[in-house]
């Protein structure tokens, strides 16, 4: 889908609050969630419009949709936002995004002036209690930024900070799905084993004791998901060409990590508990169709570096694969919220564009081997994280001050927080919000909302 | 539920394959599984008795549960298995299992001497087609076969084949749910990018291009799975006394590898497209009920060992956390079934019995941080060998001839068919068959029936 006139600048909503100039959510945008209500057995699928929540169950029913309403209500025997993306939605999508822009345009009448179906179908942001936006039956993470897997390797390995790997294969894992919950739902501190202090000697290591007790070491990670689409049947690879057709939107993903536990239990299989006891996303799948202004070439390798393999590679994927998208994040302590002092930035970046591979490479790779992507999994890109010291996307990138004589790690360089407090981890209590936008001249931002999450103490033994 | 009459050897069922000494499904066994018939539009759930299948369906129609028949006619609304595990079945479980038991017995006419209800609610084995038997929302492996780690460890680091948090944790990953596939499943080969020859100086590797095609290094890993039961609410931990209440039975499990591509692409977070490409498992789930016969006390570590930290630790899990399984691999090549050559065995152990941590201490382990496990969820043992040479769990273990001089790899040793074809690692065509039972003096054989799936080809690039 090229850039047509439903990203127009110019295009105004009806709905008043969709037209100011900082809102996330403007005509041009039009994100898709789920969300219950208290009256309904399972949540229907909306779409955001400025502050308002506009619900397709009911325009559905309304038959505003014409023809794509049938596809429509066929998806919406189970889960509906799923039932979408089961679909080749490619075909679907720009024509509903259409049909959405039009019956939100200033100039409509037909939903504008029709004060019943838009008292039933336009609800205030602040009613709904968001859901996951899809049922997400997997759940995959990268390592795609390599400002992060350099900063993080320099940690564990002084001298060889990139894996031989690393340029070659886009690193990365299955997570856990089922412990996946939406911005705004509380984090419980995880228990677990403890690596021992920071840099023992490996013999002293082996014979220590580990401990057990809530993580002293909890961090968030600053990711942006994407959602597939129709996905492809077991032993299938989707090529290069074709991976863009593939994904549905994009989110943001906070993969809470407890380091302590993730540093004694990750050898030799990779991250487990360290990261299974919860992951927040942003529950506004912002559509490719709505991020189409802000594609970019992909980054562009330093002289020397691998070209990707043939399988991985597309001209059309390098000439606009990326997303220029800005991140932020922000953490407001308990004691602040308490004094009534505003969240704090604690780091910005422009990096996301930056990532090693595209989200249509990462998806290709993970199904070059025959897997069978679902519709509604969730792929995130790991934490992402820039080069300077302000652009690190986890705690334990933004308080570490690099190795000192001999490659011994410096002590941790804690932040200070407005409340005179200061971190080198997450404290109880302590909320995290991931913000996350596309701005370009001649162009309407495009918000993604939020990503929040508030740390509770671990549970009693 | 102890030893009880469902147990008696003497019990003999009016089926009369199920009295044969030999069937894996006397009426002691009784397992469960889901199955297609092309008349339904969703597969009921089945009973195996010998070589037939009990229809549950059909029996809760005709009302012959009585009390338990709503349970079961409630869980039957979606996926009837799914929604037996996720009631609280240590208690419809037992009554279960006495009224199946009940209703199959030799001297019982209600279902033996009614040709109709017989007729529609029992049908051969050979008319149905396996399903996965639950949906399983999510799968982990673990690596609690410390001769697997140990030999597999000695391939990589000769010198310290054990990493040091071996003995004090679980080790385990999230695998890869969509793959799973029911016995019998065809599994195609995958193309993926391939380590650098075994054992090149880390200089050559960095600067080398992998390749990337069909995998050379196709392996199968012999691993147990258990279903989870109810499972647990997002940061409630399973104490350990509590474990075995969610865990509904066991399966068999291929959790096919490609070494090549796992060599390459797991450091530093653990297996991904080396694994994810197929898993197989039995149809098949053994009830905790049938196996409580053949339970026996945890693995008794050596001296020297750690004693599991306390979250870990139960009497009643060390005396009798294991159950005593014999494990057989066989392998059938295409040559061999052209010429009529029977599937020759390739190895056989007892060592489930063995592994460092028991299915209860692995199900607390990875609810300790609160993980949130779900009902049907399947978690496996990983690899399971034993001590001896034929009693390794893979090709890469089975074939390995240990290191030589310098601690340098000797060439594999390939194993010989009776075809006359030899074998380093699996071939096209190759199909690899596993098998599972118990025997204990006294009591009825318990088998979990075959695990097996061919190997095609990588498809087309």
Redesign the interface.
């Known amino acids: 889908m090229p850039v047509n006139e439903t990203h127009d600048p110019g295009l105004r909503s009806w709905v008043e609050s969709a037209n100011e100039p900082q809102t996330d959510f403007p005509i041009q945008n039009l994100p898709f969630c789920q969300f219950d209500l208290p009256q309904l057995d399972h949540g229907p699928v909306g779409v955001v419009i400025g502050d308002r929540l506009l619900r397709l169950d009911v325009l559905v029913a309304a038959g505003v949709f014409g023809e794509i309403g049938d596809t429509l209500k066929e998806a919406a025997v189970e889960h509906m936002l799923d039932g979408i993306m089961i679909r080749p939605f490619s075909d679907v999508m720009p024509r509903l995004r259409s049909r959405l822009c039009e019956l939100l345009r200033a100039d409509n009448p037909l939903l504008r002036d029709n004060t019943s179906l838009r008292s039933s179908a336009l609800i205030s942001l602040d009613e709904a209690k968001f859901l996951r936006p899809s049922l997400i039956?997997?759940y995959t993470d990268f390592?795609a930024s390599i400002h992060h897997a350099r900063t993080v390797?320099s940690m564990f390995r002084p001298d060889n900070p990139l894996?031989?790997?690393y340029k070659?294969?886009p690193?990365?894992?299955?997570?856990?799905?089922?412990?996946i919950?939406a911005s705004g739902t509380d984090i419980?501190r995880?228990?677990?084993?403890q690596s021992p202090p920071e840099d023992p000697a490996?013999e002293r290591?082996?014979t220590q004791?580990?401990g057990?007790g809530p993580s002293k070491m909890l961090d968030y990670e600053l990711e942006v998901g994407f959602f597939v689409g129709p996905g492809n049947e077991?032993?299938?690879?989707i090529p290069i060409g074709e991976a863009e057709s593939h994904i549905f939107g994009l989110c943001l993903v906070n993969d809470w990590s407890?380091r302590d536990?993730q540093k004694?239990?990750?050898?030799?299989?990779?991250?487990?508990?360290?990261k299974?006891?919860?992951t927040t996303i942003s529950p506004f799948i912002v559509t490719m169709e709505a991020l189409e202004p802000f594609r970019v070439p992909a980054f562009r390798r330093p002289e020397g570096d691998?070209r990707p393999?043939?399988?991985l590679w597309s001209d059309a994927d390098q000439a606009r694969g990326a997303i220029d998208l800005t991140l932020e994040v922000w953490l407001q302590s308990e004691q602040m919220r308490a004094r009534g002092l505003s969240p704090v930035l604690l780091s910005k970046s422009n990096s996301f564009k930056d990532l090693y591979w595209t989200p249509a490479q990462l998806l290709t790779?993970?199904a070059?081997?025959?897997?069978?992507?679902?519709p509604g999994?969730l792929l995130a890109s790991g934490t992402v994280s820039g080069p300077g010291a302000t652009e690190r996307g986890c705690l334990l990138e933004l308080t570490w001050d690099g190795t000192g004589e001999g490659g011994k790690p410096r002590p941790r360089k804690p932040l200070q927080l407005p409340s005179g407090e200061t971190r080198t981890f997450l404290a109880d209590g302590d909320e995290v919000i991931f913000k996350g936008y596309c701005e370009r001249d001649g162009f309407r931002r495009i918000g993604f909302g939020e990503c929040r999450g508030r740390v509770?103490p671990a549970?009693a033994e």
Chains 1, 2 share one sequence.
């Open positions: 039956p997997n390592y390797g894996l031989p790997n070659h294969i690193i990365g894992y299955h997570g856990r799905a089922s412990s919950v419980r995880p228990r677990g084993q490996a290591r082996a004791t580990p057990f077991l032993g299938r690879p407890a536990i004694w239990e990750y050898q030799p299989l990779g991250p487990f508990l360290a299974s006891f919860a691998p393999l043939p399988y790779h993970h070059s081997n025959g897997c069978n992507l679902q999994d509770l549970s």
